[in-house]
């Protein structure tokens, strides 16, 4: 069954800018016919109750998903088995690289990638494209046994794909790979040797979103468009991975919804101390903008669903009058009372701490 998801990282409460793109997520998925997916993304960070605040929340703005939840943590044989088979191709290698001896490479020059390539190798087409600043210049990529054994010594690896190898070229240059979205339109990326597996033994986001997308049959993908950069090489991802693990091959429609910013034009984050329901409830009667107290779940809901240009109430009511195409091409800005500049959303609030 086709599906979409919404996959929320359980690092803390989600705010007004989460929570009006998992409205979105579930507006696509349910007018495309779509089943729609919950998948709690916990391989790196879990703050403890998060997960269960997260589900109270989006339920009480009136979402419902398919299915139970799925979390990442119990999903890691698969990641494993995705590396494996990438590695029995010959297409992990090593890195010892640290996040400086990378930026100190990436800021030396180094040619440009000569002629685009399909992620399985056949000729592409398109305008030329580079790696973007800080991507991976393939510093260990051809380490030799005795260099590799030293560096074991020295520092734990991370895994890498070895890209240009998987794109049948492997002293050639990186892919060029292409997605096209139904907001922004066609974006074109090189795909550098990104993370399969972090030094520290954890999987990487890249990896494992890609792996989850497509064990789980998401054929479309609705998220901010701070996400919009890593799409190419995800994509690539999992047309390299899916005939390894028997699915066919993705076709994808992605949607990458504008985000919603404070006042000083900054995305909304939650170690900033962004907006939450649980923040807009505590609103005392008084506040400016507040004049009867506190703010209720479905009070939030209709000021999200009206900054998308769709009627109050229930979200199948909304659902009735969505339009994929008319949907914002801009960031959103919520009242100031209730997003301050990041940083100072509590005293903009006015809560008590």
């Given at each position: 069954?086709?599906?979409g998801?919404?996959?929320?990282?359980p690092?803390?409460?989600l705010?007004?800018?989460n929570?009006?793109t998992?409205?979105?997520a579930?507006?696509f998925a349910?007018?495309?016919?779509?089943d729609?997916?919950?998948?709690i993304?916990?391989l790196?960070r879990?703050?403890?109750?998060?997960?269960?605040?997260?589900?109270?929340?989006?339920?009480a703005?009136?979402?419902?998903w398919?299915?139970?939840?799925v979390r990442?943590s119990?999903?890691?044989?698969?990641?494993?088995?995705?590396v494996?088979?990438l590695?029995?191709?010959g297409?992990v290698?090593?890195?010892?690289c640290?996040?400086k001896?990378i930026?100190?490479?990436t800021r030396?020059?180094h040619?440009?990638?000569?002629?685009?390539?399909?992620p399985?190798?056949s000729?592409g087409?398109?305008?030329?494209?580079?790696?973007?600043p800080?991507s991976?210049?393939g510093?260990?990529?051809?380490?030799?046994?005795?260099?590799?054994?030293?560096?074991r010594?020295?520092r734990?690896?991370a895994?890498?794909?070895?890209?240009a190898?998987a794109a049948?070229?492997?002293?050639g240059?990186a892919?060029?790979?292409?997605?096209?979205?139904?907001l922004?339109?066609?974006v074109?990326?090189?795909?550098?040797?990104?993370?399969l597996?972090?030094n520290?033994?954890a999987f990487?986001?890249?990896?494992?979103v890609?792996v989850d997308d497509?064990?789980?049959g998401i054929?479309q993908v609705?998220?901010?468009?701070?996400?919009?950069?890593s799409?190419?090489?995800?994509?690539?991802?999992?047309?390299?991975?899916?005939?390894r693990?028997s699915?066919?091959?993705?076709?994808?429609?992605?949607?990458?919804?504008?985000?919603?910013?404070?006042?000083?034009?900054?995305?909304l984050?939650?170690?900033?101390g962004a907006?939450t329901?649980?923040?807009?409830?505590?609103?005392?009667e008084?506040?400016?903008?507040?004049?009867?107290?506190?703010?209720s779940?479905?009070r939030v809901?209709?000021l999200l669903?009206g900054?998308?240009g769709?009627?109050?109430?229930?979200?199948?009511?909304?659902?009735?009058h969505?339009?994929?195409?008319?949907?914002?091409r801009?960031?959103?800005?919520?009242?100031?009372?209730?997003?301050?500049?990041?940083?100072?959303?509590?005293?903009?609030?006015?809560?008590p701490?």
């Amino acid at each position: 069954m086709p599906a979409g998801r919404y996959a929320p990282s359980p690092s803390g409460s989600l705010h007004l800018g989460n929570l009006r793109t998992a409205i979105l997520a579930w507006l696509f998925a349910r007018h495309s016919g779509r089943d729609f997916l919950l998948r709690i993304e916990d391989l790196d960070r879990a703050r403890s109750g998060a997960e269960q605040s997260q589900l109270a929340d989006l339920r009480a703005i009136g979402l419902d998903w398919d299915g139970a939840p799925v979390r990442q943590s119990e999903r890691v044989h698969l990641y494993e088995r995705a590396v494996a088979s990438l590695a029995a191709d010959g297409l992990v290698y090593e890195c010892f690289c640290s996040r400086k001896d990378i930026a100190e490479a990436t800021r030396a020059p180094h040619p440009e990638p000569a002629t685009p390539a399909s992620p399985a190798g056949s000729p592409g087409s398109g305008p030329m494209t580079v790696l973007p600043p800080g991507s991976y210049p393939g510093t260990c990529r051809r380490l030799s046994g005795a260099e590799r054994e030293r560096r074991r010594r020295e520092r734990a690896a991370a895994l890498r794909i070895d890209a240009a190898a998987a794109a049948g070229r492997p002293e050639g240059p990186a892919p060029i790979h292409t997605v096209t979205d139904r907001l922004h339109g066609p974006v074109t990326a090189a795909v550098d040797d990104f993370v399969l597996r972090r030094n520290d033994g954890a999987f990487a986001y890249n990896l494992a979103v890609v792996v989850d997308d497509v064990a789980q049959g998401i054929d479309q993908v609705v998220r901010g468009d701070d996400l919009l950069s890593s799409t190419p090489r995800q994509d690539w991802l999992a047309r390299l991975l899916a005939p390894r693990t028997s699915s066919p091959a993705p076709d994808t429609e992605y949607v990458h919804v504008p985000l919603v910013l404070n006042e000083a034009g900054q995305r909304l984050a939650k170690r900033d101390g962004a907006v939450t329901l649980e923040d807009l409830a505590a609103l005392r009667e008084g506040t400016p903008g507040v004049p009867d107290g506190g703010w209720s779940p479905g009070r939030v809901r209709d000021l999200l669903l009206g900054s998308l240009g769709l009627p109050a109430g229930d979200l199948r009511h909304a659902l009735a009058h969505f339009d994929p195409d008319g949907v914002p091409r801009l960031p959103w800005t919520p009242p100031q009372t209730l997003a301050g500049p990041a940083g100072r959303a509590r005293e903009k609030l006015r809560l008590p701490r």
